[in-house]
């Protein structure tokens, strides 16, 4: 079974983060960036085959977005001030 891996990368600063994968709700949680790191958490989930769609919501900022994935299985989540950043790729993120 594939893995989609999400990371909450640099920015969070003990904000609630809701992740949804399929429309499942997957994550919920306070997360706080590790600044020497710019990672808050790593989150992995099992999804079957074929396109997916991540929603990620930070309700205390009332910002929530969607983004559709295929074979990209690394996702890349940043807070700033204009909201979030997202990267995908095929490889894991370098940290540290």
């Given amino acids: 079974m594939p893995t989609l891996h999400v ?3 640099e ?10 994968v399929d429309g499942e709700e ?9 600044l020497a790191l ?10 079957g085959d074929g396109p997916h769609t991540i929603e990620i919501s930070i309700p205390d900022r009332g ?4 983004l559709e994935v295929s074979d990209a299985h690394h996702v890349g ?3 700033g001030d204009a909201g979030l950043r997202v990267r ?9």
């Fill in 26 to 34: 997957r994550f919920r949680g306070e997360v706080r960036s590790k």
């Fill in 38 to 47: 710019a990672i808050a958490a790593h989150l992995h989930f099992d999804v």
């Fill in 11 to 20: 920015g969070f600063t003990g904000h609630e983060v809701v992740v949804k």
């Fill in 7 to 9: 990371d909450l990368q």
């Fill in 63 to 66: 910002i929530e977005e969607s």
């Fill in 88 to 96: 995908t790729g095929q490889k894991p993120f370098g940290y540290g």
């Fill in 77 to 79: 989540i940043g807070l």
